[in-house]
Nanobody, 121 residues
Framework: QVQLVESGGGLVQAGDSLRLSCLASIRATSNSAMGWFRQAPGKEREFVAA??????IYADSVKGRFTISRDNAKNTVYLQMNSLKPEDTGVYYC????????????????WGQGTQVTVSS
């Protein structure tokens, strides 16, 4: 069983930056596809970014502003978020699966509990 724990959320102003972290309980990051989703109030959960040995995929809405990366030695995946907008507000979830396509499609095997990001205008 893999546990994912997100951290780094908070309240910021538009244009600010935040870095989210996702700590995996076991050495899952090196061989797994990892990703981030978000869910705004009253909306469905949406894909943000994912990475695996195959490469990196971003949602169009965050391209050029967000960067996903991982540190295998720390079993941690990061999401660097720059130039934040109010529409980036939501609960951000970390996800893990065996394949990047599964992550992108929301079919991850494991999910974190989420961390709140609020961007004020």
């Amino acid at each position: 069983q893999v546990q994912l724990v997100e951290s780094g959320g908070g309240l910021v102003q538009a244009g600010d930056s935040l870095r989210l972290s996702c700590l995996a309980s076991i050495r899952a990051t090196s061989n797994s596809a990892m990703g981030w989703f978000r869910q705004a109030p009253g909306k469905e959960r949406e894909f943000v970014a994912a990475l695996s040995w195959r490469g990196i995929i971003y949602a169009d809405s965050v391209k050029g502003r967000f960067t996903i990366s991982r540190d295998n030695a720390k079993n941690t995946v990061y999401l660097q978020m720059n130039s934040l907008k109010p529409e980036d507000t939501g609960v951000y979830y970390c996800a893990a699966a065996g394949d990047i396509n599964a992550v992108v499609r929301g079919f991850s095997d494991y999910w974190g509990q989420g961390t709140q990001v609020t961007v004020s205008s």
